[in-house]
């Protein structure tokens, strides 16, 4: 990727995610196939019993439908400029607009499918949107649209809805960790009942060890597939705001934590910390050295052998390589948006001050 390569439409990899998604699904479908021959099977007692546990098991790890939470959703009606400066930039990606869209008051933007995966969701983070610029902001949204044009969403939604049943079912058979806390488990090795315990947790760990294995190859190979359409998303974002606003904007987002900190201390000066991130927005565009120091900075991160974006110092390399021009210009439709988002900022202030005083409450 560094080379400046187009990363490739289709790979072995996202064939990989999709097969293993494909037999988790299958495996469930046909575990309540079968349930249901055997419910309507005569059978003893001891055949209900299993039936009965047999049921526990489907529903516990059962698909769930994707919802958005903790969201304020943008109707059409009340935000014309919002929607159609979406709908203008997904024509320029050459995708389809989203379904919906809302705001959260997270330091991210994403888009998703919800629900059975019918419908397709845009959702932006008010305080990573107040402190972008024009063209950070325009970026911002052609990457996330370049995510839909590659249909991520549906791969993400059919992996997660994969990834679900086979963590709820590598779960219900793994046993505790030895200093977790728990009645139904006795850690004291001078009573008899300590070696049940010991010898229960290694069987669980045998019957678990498959479904394990398998979660963590298909965490693996979905954290690879993520990376690589993070890509081709930066890409496409280029095509249309521009190399240099995408390489502002994956700096701007390099610093995240410090900007999240710097919000944090204005809460607690009991400042609004819309105002203190609008301050940011005002900064001139990063030099040289600065691009230099993030790419430098990221190069030092420990990535997770699961983590869903790349290093930012590849994906600065990538853009810089494939050097485009932007294609969009600036409108009326951007600066209305922009009033209807900022009038947002009055009724999320409280609750951002709280989640930035007291996070984990």
């Known amino acids: 990727m560094s080379r400046g390569e187009r990363p490739q439409a289709s790979t072995r990899t996202s064939r990989g995610v999709i097969a293993i998604s494909v037999l988790v699904l299958a495996s469930y479908a046909i575990a309540v196939v079968l349930l249901v021959i055997a419910t309507v099977a005569s059978k003893n007692v001891i055949g209900w019993f299993a039936v009965v546990l047999g049921w526990l098991i489907v529903v516990a790890i059962a698909p769930r439908p994707h919802r958005l939470e903790d969201v304020r959703l943008l109707p059409a009606d009340d935000y014309p400029s919002t929607h159609r400066l979406v709908a203008a930039v997904a024509e320029s990606v050459g995708t389809p607009a989203p379904d919906l869209i809302a705001v959260s008051i997270e330091f991210n933007a994403g888009v998703a499918r919800i629900g059975w995966g019918r419908r397709q969701a845009l959702v932006i983070g008010l305080p990573l949107w107040t402190l972008l610029t024009d063209d950070e902001r325009l970026a911002l949204l052609a990457h996330e649209m370049g995510h839909l044009r590659g249909r991520d969403t549906a791969l993400s939604h059919l992996a997660a809805v994969a990834h679900g049943v086979l963590r709820r079912a590598a779960t219900l058979l793994t046993p505790l960790p ?59 974002a280029a095509e249309v705001a521009g190399t240099s606003a995408v ?42 050295q600065q691009v230099a120091a993030a790419r430098q900075r990221a190069r030092e991160q420990d990535l997770r052998w699961d983590a869903s974006h790349p290093r930012d110092d590849l994906r600065l390399s990538l853009a810089e390589a494939r050097a485009a021009e932007r294609s969009v210009g600036a409108s009326d439709v951007q600066h209305g948006a922009d009033r209807e988002l900022a009038g947002l900022r009055g009724e999320l202030t409280r609750q951002l001050s709280d989640e930035l005083v007291h996070p984990y409450c």
């Open 178 to 236: 030895d200093d977790a806390y728990s009645d139904f488990v006795d850690d004291r090795r001078d009573v008899s009942e300590a070696t049940m315990n010991a010898v229960g947790s290694l069987v669980l760990r045998v019957l678990s060890a498959p479904a394990n294995l398998l979660l963590l190859l298909f965490e693996r190979l979905a954290a690879v597939e993520s990376q690589r359409r993070e890509y081709l998303a930066d890409l496409r």
């Open 247 to 288: 390489v502002r904007l994956l700096v701007t987002t390099e610093n995240l934590p410090g900007l999240h900190t710097l919000a944090a201390a204005g809460a607690r000066r009991r400042e609004d910390p819309f105002a203190v991130l609008e301050t940011v927005r005002e900064r001139p565009g990063p030099t040289a």
